[in-house]
């Protein structure tokens, strides 16, 4: 059996948060007993901010929706062209994890002059975000529309939060979300908000701890450039 040590530990209104130290020296997070993420397979993290800042001529203003461990973040910060990556973070907990170091390359990321972290649900944030704020939208708040962690998170994937992502994107910038699953649903609702052949559905093969999946990016384009 595989020994873990808890690491951390909050409860909050939306439940449990841990973070335990396997015996593979990875870091894991999970929310209500439920797997969210550890440190050894970030590839679609980074990804999801690769693929979009890749797509875009100038990339200076991000918002991540979810800061998790911090990999989307740190991909971001990697590009110079990132004059300011907001991040939107539900679990305070998280956000004092990283600032303190009990996650260790959490302090030297959030102490990046460009980042501005805000304790606040995504949805709220995107609805009070003046129009064309970012050039790049990033979500990953959950595990997809299909396996919520939370519940609350469903309207997310849904017309009226992607058209408030999309407001406040600028002509020219994206919306991406990232995906444990295969989501036609989402796919179908982001055609509809950013148009039909502004959508790109996007596949990555991961290795879960030896079992094989695949992770999902959704891709919308804010077109008028
Ligand atoms: C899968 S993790 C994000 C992983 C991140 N991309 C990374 O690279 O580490 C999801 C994060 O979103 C946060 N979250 C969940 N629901 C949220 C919401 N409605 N608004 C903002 N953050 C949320 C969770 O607490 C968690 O930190």
């Known amino acids: 059996m595989r020994r873990v040590d808890e690491v951390a530990r909050s409860d909050s209104e939306r439940g449990e948060l841990v973070l335990r130290r396997r015996d593979d020296g990875a870091l894991e997070l999970r929310a209500n007993g439920v797997f969210v993420m550890d440190t050894v397979e970030t590839s679609t ?5 690769a693929r979009a800042l890749a797509l875009h001529h100038d990339p200076r203003e991000v918002l991540v929706g979810g800061l998790g461990l911090g990999f989307t973040l740190a991909a971001v910060l990697a590009d110079e062209r990132v004059a300011r990556c907001t991040v939107v973070e539900i679990e305070p907990a998280l956000v ?11 302090p030297e990321m959030l102490a990046d002059g460009r980042v501005r972290v805000l304790v606040d649900d995504i949805a709220r944030a995107l609805r009070q975000a003046p129009p064309s704020a970012y050039d790049v939208v990033l979500l990953d708040v959950d595990n997809g529309p299909g396996y919520l962690v939370h519940d609350a998170n469903a309207g997310l994937y849904r017309a009226a939060a992607l058209t408030e992502a999309r407001r406040t994107t600028r002509p020219g910038g994206a919306v991406v979300v990232w995906s444990a699953a295969q989501a036609p649903e989402l796919e179908a609702t982001m055609r509809e908000v950013f148009g039909r052949w502004q959508v790109e559905e996007l596949s990555y093969p991961v290795d879960l701890q030896g079992r094989a999946e695949t992770y999902w990016l959704y891709a919308g384009h804010v077109s008028g450039v």
């Not at 993290?45 to 901010?49: D, F, M």
């Not at 004092?96 to 959490?106: A, I, K, N, S």
Request: charged share 40%; proline share 6%.
């Open 45 to 49: 993290e980074r990804e999801l901010a």
């Open 96 to 106: 004092d994890w990283l600032r303190e170091g009990t996650v260790p390359h959490g």
